[in-house]
């Protein structure tokens, strides 16, 4: 069965670090979302992006947030300069359709900004 | 704005019982789909069961079943059978079926297996 695909399970940084968050969708799907949860607490939507480019955002993602999809396959999240309050579990979705019905996760990042 | 309560933070069951999961939403749109996701503790998350909003028949999967009831803008998830592999948290989530739409999740509900 097809799957979403994160990668690294767990980073680890420090406070005014940039790191990215790597995903690998599904092969057909066209439509690519990251979703943020801070322990504890309820999912929430980051961004969604499509045709390289970002559809929509929340009010979560702010300029220190920023996506792409470098080569066709990968699509990343990046975080310019971590806070504390950026640890959280982050989830990359996609889906086929554009109604997001269809959509899969992946396992998770957990990122933890010390 | 659409919006999913789930009021039960945390809910047990004993082993081999049935359990049911609460979920209300509220949208003024008629074109939506409302699914339950499982996260154990390894925190992915794994879909359970989707409803669309469209059909009136109550979506089921194994042991796992909904009661929706679309005038009343609930989504409740029944668990037959329960197994200690079902515990973990339950998230109602709801999405309209436009162009580019994103998941509106609940709080959760933490599901206790007792044996």
């Known amino acids: 069965e097809p799957e979403v695909t994160q990668t690294p399970s767990h980073q680890v940084t420090q406070m005014g670090q940039e790191v990215i968050l790597r995903c690998v969708p599904i092969?057909?799907?066209?439509?690519f979302y990251w979703y943020r949860q801070i322990l504890g607490q309820k999912v929430e939507f980051l961004v969604s992006?499509?045709?390289?480019?970002?559809?929509?955002k929340s009010e979560i993602f702010d300029d220190q947030f920023s996506v792409e999809r470098p080569d066709g396959s990968n699509f990343t999240l990046k975080i310019r300069s971590t806070k504390l309050e950026d640890s959280a579990m982050y989830f990359c979705a996609s889906s086929y359709s554009p109604s997001n019905t269809e959509a899969f996760f992946g396992q998770g990042t957990r990122l933890t900004v010390v | 704005a659409q919006t999913v309560t789930q009021s039960q933070p945390e809910m047990s069951v004993q082993e081999a019982e049935t359990v049911t999961l609460s979920c209300t939403y509220d949208t003024s749109e008629s074109d939506y789909y409302l699914f339950w996701y499982k996260q154990p503790p390894s925190r992915q998350m794994i879909l359970v069961i989707r409803?669309?909003?469209?059909?009136?028949q109550n979506a089921t999967e194994n042991r796992f079943s909904v009661n929706f009831q679309k005038a009343a803008k609930s989504f409740s998830l029944k668990i037959s059978d329960s197994q200690l592999g079902d515990a973990a948290m339950y998230f109602c989530a709801l999405i309209l079926g436009n162009y580019g739409q994103n998941f509106v999740f609940g709080p959760g509900t933490r599901l206790s297996v007792l044996p």
């Open positions: 092969s057909n799907h066209l439509y």
């Open positions: 409803q669309e909003a469209y059909k009136q």
């Open positions: 992006f499509y045709n390289n480019e970002i559809s929509e």
